[in-house]
C-alpha cells in the first residue's frame, strides 16, 4: 500500500471557510531539563452539557429485514443544493435543454445508466413526472451516487429514448461480509459499489433542522482487496485543497475529511504517512492502520504535545515540541522534507541542518529559506533553544532525536488525527463527561466544546471500526434548510452504532465535512460555494 504525496499542482487558493482553530500561544513554554509532560485535565468539563437532558434521536422505529434482496445496485443522480440542473439532448452545452430541475424540497432522483468518456456527464432517466424521458446532465451539478463504476459509455448514442434504455438491474443480497451487523430503517438505501464495499444512504424527513441525510461506506478491510492511507494535500503556509482533489491525486477509491489545521494549514495532530511521523501528536483521537493492516482508535499522547528530545553529542538535553507547523518563541520545533521541501524565511531563528543519519550539516539564522532534501531534517529555534543549539551543537556532530508516542507511531503505516472520541467498545463516548472522576477532556478549546457538543446539530465527519472486519466513513450534511440540519454527537453515535460499530471518532466537520467516491467526486452536498479546501485526508483503496 502506498499512498503519494502530490501538493505542488493541487494548490487551491481561495478564502477558507472558518474552521477551529486551537491557538497554541496559550500552551506552556518548556526549557530543559525535560519537563514532565502533563496528562489531560478536567478543568473544563463544567461546560459540558446536563447529561439528563433529553437527547434527540434520528432512529427510525421501523426496521427493515436483515435478509433478503434489499441491496440495490443501480446508479442515481439528483440536483446539487441550491442548484439548477440542465437536462439536454447530447453531453455538452451545444445541445438544447429538454427540462430543468431545480434542488428543493422535493425529491428529484434521476436514474443513471451511462456516461460519456471523462465522466463529465450522464445519461439519465428523468424523475416523475416525467419518467418517459431520456436526457443528460453535467456531473458538476448533481449529486451522483450508487453503483456508478460499471457505468457504460453512452456518448456515441446520446439521443435514446425510453424505449433503449436498459431495465434497472434487481436487487441483491446484503453480502456476506455485512452479515448479522446491520439494524436498516425505512430511511435508508443500501447500495452494492464492489465486492467488499456498500454503501448506505440515510434520508430521516422532518422540519428544517430535524431532517437529516447521511452517507456511510462500509469496507470489508479484511479483504486483500482493501488498503488505507493519508495524504496531506495543503501547502504549507498557502493554502488547503478539496478531498475530491486529493482524493483524485492520489487515485484512491473513496477519502473523507481528515483533521483540524494549524497556522500554516498544516495537520493540528499527529500523521503518519508511510510510516513516517510528519505531525506531533496532540490528546485528540488518532485513527491508524498498523503495519499489520488492523485498524485504531486511540490517543499517541496524554499531553499537549509528546515528549520528544534532542540530545547532543555532550549529552546536554532540550525538549522539541512541534514538528512542520508553526513554532513559538521559546521552543524548539522540527521540519522535514515533506512541507516541499522548504522551511520559509520568515519561519526566524537558528536553523541546524540535518541529514539522514541526525548528522549536522550547516548552522545558519534565518537570512532567506533553508532548503530541506528528501531525507533531510531541520532543527529550529528562537530565544532560549536558539541559545542552546548555538552553545551546544557544532558542525558533523551526531545528534540523537528521541520522537516518542504511545502506541510508537513506528508500528503504524498510517496516522489521521481529528477528535474526539465518539464510541468506545459499542457504547457511545462523552468527551469530558462529568459523571466520571476525574473526566477525561481532549486537548480542544471551551468555545470548541460549546459548540460542538451537547445539543448541537452540525455536518459532521467520523471514521470507525469493529472487531468482525469492517471499517466505517461516514458524512452527515447540515447547514441544508431542504435536506438535512446535521446531527449531534450522539445522533452521529446512533447512526453508527445501527451499522455496526464498536470504535469509532470524528474529523473535522461543518462546512469542512466531505465524502469522496469514485468515479463520481464528492457525494456529500456543498450547495453553491462549492467544496472547501481543508488539510489533509483518510484515503481508501479496493484494488480488484
Not at 137 to 157: H, K, M, Q, S
Not at 215 to 241: K, P
Not at 485 to 508: V, Y
Request: with cysteine.
Amino acid at each position: 500500500m502506498m499512498v503519494r504525496y502530490k501538493t505542488a499542482w493541487l494548490l487551491v487558493i481561495g478564502v477558507l471557510g472558518s474552521l477551529v482553530l486551537v491557538g497554541v500561544s496559550a500552551f506552556a513554554q518548556t526549557e530543559t531539563p525535560l519537563p514532565d509532560f502533563p496528562t489531560a485535565t478536567p478543568s473544563q468539563a463544567a461546560i459540558t452539557p446536563d447529561p439528563n437532558l433529553p437527547t434527540p434521536t434520528v432512529l427510525a422505529t421501523q426496521t427493515l429485514p436483515r435478509n433478503g434482496r434489499i441491496v440495490e445496485t443501480t446508479c442515481h443522480a439528483e440536483p446539487k443544493w441550491s442548484f439548477l440542473i440542465n437536462v439536454r439532448r447530447g453531453p455538452s452545452t451545444n445541445w438544447g435543454v429538454v427540462r430543468q430541475f431545480l434542488h428543493d424540497d422535493e425529491n428529484h432522483e434521476f436514474f443513471v445508466f451511462g456516461r460519456d468518456e471523462e465522466w463529465e456527464w450522464y445519461h439519465v432517466v428523468l424523475p416523475e413526472p416525467y419518467e418517459d424521458t431520456v436526457g443528460w446532465i453535467r456531473g458538476e451539478n448533481a449529486n451522483i451516487y450508487g453503483n456508478c463504476v460499471t457505468l457504460p459509455n453512452t456518448e456515441d448514442t446520446p439521443e435514446l429514448t425510453i424505449e433503449d434504455v436498459p431495465d434497472p438491474s434487481e436487487p441483491i443480497t446484503l453480502p456476506t461480509f455485512v452479515d448479522g451487523q446491520l439494524n436498516l430503517t425505512i430511511y435508508d438505501r443500501v447500495f452494492s459499489i464492489t465486492d467488499g464495499v456498500i454503501y448506505i444512504r440515510r434520508e430521516v424527513p422532518g422540519e428544517e433542522k430535524e431532517r437529516l441525510q447521511g452517507h456511510v461506506l462500509l469496507f470489508d478491510y479484511r479483504s486483500s482487496n482493501f488498503s488505507a492511507g493519508v495524504t496531506i494535500g495543503a501547502q504549507a503556509d498557502v493554502g488547503g485543497v478539496p478531498v475530491s482533489a486529493m482524493a483524485r491525486a492520489n487515485d484512491a477509491f473513496a477519502a473523507i475529511t481528515g483533521d483540524f489545521y494549524a497556522g500554516n494549514y498544516y495537520p493540528q495532530g499527529i500523521t503518519v504517512i508511510d510510516n513516517e511521523v510528519i505531525t506531533a501528536p496532540k490528546f485528540r483521537s488518532a485513527f491508524g492502520i498498523s503495519t499489520e493492516g488492523e485498524p485504531f482508535i486511540g490517543y499517541f499522547t496524554t499531553g499537549w504535545t509528546w515528549g520528544a528530545y534532542v540530545t547532543a553529542t555532550n549529552g546536554e538535553v532540550i525538549p522539541l515540541q512541534l514538528m512542520n507547523v508553526p513554532c513559538e518563541t521559546g521552543w524548539l520545533c522540527l521540519y522535514s522534507h515533506h512541507r516541499e521541501n522548504r522551511v520559509p524565511e520568515r519561519y526566524r531563528g537558528i536553523r541546524v541542518l540535518l541529514n539522514e543519519d541526525y548528522e549536522v550539516e550547516a548552522i545558519t539564522e534565518a537570512a532567506g529559506g533553508t532548503e530541506v532534501p528528501d531525507g533531510y531534517y531541520v532543527l529550529r529555534g528562537e530565544g532560549g533553544p536558539a541559545e542552546w543549539l548555538l552553545e551546544n551543537v557544532a558542525i558533523g556532530d551526531q545528534l540523537e532525536l528521541t520522537l516518542p508516542t504511545d502506541p510508537a507511531w513506528q508500528d503504524f503505516e498510517s496516522v489521521i488525527s481529528g477528535g474526539p472520541r465518539l464510541l468506545l467498545d459499542g457504547e457511545f463516548w462523552e468527551d469530558c463527561d462529568p459523571t466520571l472522576d476525574p473526566p477525561v477532556c481532549e486537548e480542544f478549546s471551551e468555545d470548541f466544546r460549546e459548540r460542538h457538543y451537547g445539543l448541537s446539530s452540525l455536518p459532521r465527519t467520523a471514521v470507525g471500526f469493529n472487531d468482525e472486519g469492517i471499517i466505517y466513513a461516514v458524512v452527515v450534511e447540515g447547514y441544508e434548510v431542504d435536506d438535512s440540519g446535521g446531527a449531534t454527537r450522539r445522533e452521529l453515535a446512533e447512526l453508527m452504532l445501527d451499522f455496526g460499530a464498536e470504535q469509532a471518532m470524528e474529523f473535522d466537520g461543518g462546512g469542512s465535512a466531505s465524502m469522496y467516491l469514485m468515479p463520481n467526486g464528492a457525494i456529500s452536498d456543498f450547495g453553491w460555494e462549492g467544496e472547501r479546501p481543508v488539510t489533509n485526508s483518510l484515503l481508501f483503496f479496493w484494488d480488484d
